[in-house]
T-cell receptor, first 110, second 116 residues
Framework: ELKVEQNPLFLSMQEGKNYTIYCNYSTTSDRLYWYRQDPGKSLESLFVLLSNGAVKQEGRLMASLDTKARLSTLHITAAVHDLSATYFCAEGGATNKLIFGTGTLLAVQP | NAGVMQNPRHLVRRRGQEARLRCSPMKGHSHVYWYRQLPEEGLKFMVYLQKENIIDESGMPKERFSAEFPKEGPSILRIQQVVRGDSAAYFC??????????????FGDGTRLSIL
């Protein structure tokens, strides 16, 4: 069964600190997506990673992809309260469906 | 430039009734995907459709659930004889071409289905 695992599931961090969310996936997919979801809201696309070694950055978030290790990371630099949300990684499946991880609930404390 | 439009936003049904969820993709998008999100969980793929065709329904329960994307009009996810376990948020996403081109799927705001 195709599986995407994220850790941690819950992350409480202080403003100004750095942390990394890990996403392990089970197939040889070369497409990895990161989405953000605020409570009761839809999913907002953050990053699309298409090749081994891909690194993308937007503001305080940076995502990377290692297809050999089947690992993607989302690094948060100097967290601010506005980053509080649930973050999902998703693997691009064979017929274009997305296989989502369980999500990481990020709570940034002042 | 309207995004993916889903309606209704909230739907309440009693056990045994039918639920119809609608999704209009972004303008110019011809691929529609339905996902279900149970409380405190990630999204689970249900079905992938193009106009008038079901491409992949491997995530759809075999009974009571059906989906269509007609030539004209929105995509419809239909749940017959709903049960309490159907309570969830149902999200629709669309893309302009297969994501192999690197395009992310764009999500609607979802329909929150509650079964009494």
């Amino acid at each position: 069964e195709l599986k995407v695992e994220q850790n941690p599931l819950f992350l409480s961090m202080q403003e100004g600190k750095n942390y990394t969310i890990y996403c392990n996936y089970s197939t040889t997919s070369d497409r990895l997506y990161w989405y953000r979801q605020d409570p009761g809201k839809s999913l907002e696309s953050l990053f699309v990673l298409l090749s081994n070694g891909a690194v993308k950055q937007e503001g305080r978030l940076m995502a990377s992809l290692d297809t050999k290790a089947r690992l993607s990371t989302l690094h948060i630099t100097a967290a601010v309260h506005d980053l509080s949300a649930t973050y999902f990684c998703a693997e691009g499946g064979a017929t274009n469906k997305l296989i989502f991880g369980t999500g990481t609930l990020l709570a940034v404390q002042p | 430039n309207a995004g993916v439009m889903q309606n209704p936003r909230h739907l309440v049904r009693r056990r045994g009734q039918e639920a119809r969820l609608r999704c209009s993709p972004m303008k110019g998008h011809s691929h529609v995907y339905w996902y279900r999100q149970l409380p405190e969980e990630g999204l689970k793929f249900m079905v992938y459709l193009q106009k008038e065709n079901i491409i992949d329904e491997s995530g759809m329960p075999k009974e009571r659930f059906s989906a269509e994307f007609p030539k004209e009009g929105p995509s419809i996810l239909r749940i017959q004889q709903v049960v309490r376990g159907d309570s969830a948020a149902y999200f629709c996403a669309s893309s302009p071409n297969p994501p192999r081109g690197g395009q992310p799927q764009h999500f609607g705001d979802g329909t929150r289905l509650s079964i009494l």
